[in-house]
T-cell receptor, first 115, second 117 residues
Framework: GDSVTQMEGPVTLSEEAFLTINCTYT??????LFWYVQYPGEGLQLLLK?????DKGSNKGFEATYRKETTSFHLEKGSVQVSDSAVYFC??????????????FGKGTHLIIQP | GAVVSQHPSWVICKSGTSVKIECRSL??????MFWYRQFPKQSLMLMAT?????????EQGVEKDKFLINHASLTLSTLTVTSAHPEDSSFYIC?????????????FGSGTRLTVV
């Protein structure tokens, strides 16, 4: 079945540091890939997504590129802020369109940014 | 943008009672709603998929008689945890599938923290 593997946390960085959170996946077909962020006590918010190979999703300074050859979708940000502290989930949808399937999530990476 | 309102945000109930969680799509019609469960420091696990007007499809290992899902309208889906026990304590999150201009996405509710005592 489908699966998503992401680096375990917590990841602790200083403000303005460079961030990478690794995510790899296994799936049949042509999945869409997502990064969601969950702030304390809140639900999930879509951070970015990519629907086909070589697509780059970006939002709020975060980027991730859909790499089919390495089955990866690593999340990066050049300069993190304290407000980026949250749990980040990598996820995939194993249908090319329609949103008829639920998402398969990684275990989440807790990011802590220290001032 | 699309908004899914989920309530209650938290609930404490006694063992053996039932609890209903509601999810409403506020400004769009959600033909498909997903229900997830999240244990502390764990990932979200898909419990079931519900389509308006039809029976929900449950994931393997999820008891359909315990977790009753109703999706009677395009803007409302409910999850009822029947005869709740302490092991049902968890964070439950709904998500609606949205589409527009050939693109699609998922909008999540803010979640419900269920504690069974």
């Amino acid at each position: 079945g489908d699966s998503v593997t992401q680096m375990e946390g917590p990841v602790t960085l200083s403000e303005e540091a460079f961030l990478t959170i690794n995510c790899t996946y296994t799936a049949t077909g042509y999945p869409s890939l997502f990064w969601y962020v969950q702030y304390p006590g809140e639900g999930l918010q879509l951070l970015l997504k990519a629907t086909k190979a070589d697509d780059k999703g970006s939002n709020k300074g975060f980027e991730a590129t859909y790499r089919k050859e390495t089955t990866s979708f690593h999340l990066e940000k050049g300069s993190v802020q304290v407000s980026d502290s949250a749990v980040y989930f990598c996820a995939l949808s194993d249908r090319s369109g329609g949103g008829a399937d639920g998402l398969t999530f990684g275990k989440g990476t807790h990011l802590i940014i220290q001032p | 943008g699309a908004v899914v309102s989920q309530h209650p945000s938290w609930v404490i109930c006694k063992s053996g009672t039932s609890v209903k969680i509601e999810c409403r799509s506020l400004d769009f019609q959600a033909t498909t709603m997903f229900w997830y469960r999240q244990f502390p420091k764990q990932s979200l696990m898909l419990m079931a998929t519900s389509n308006e007007g039809s029976k929900a499809t449950y994931e393997q290992g999820v008891e359909k008689d315990k977790f009753l899902i109703n999706h009677a309208s395009l803007t409302l889906s409910t999850l009822t945890v029947t005869s709740a026990h302490p092991e049902d304590s968890s964070f439950y999150i709904c998500s609606a599938s949205t589409s527009g201009q050939g693109n699609y996405g998922y909008t999540f509710g803010s979640g419900t923290r269920l504690t069974v005592v």
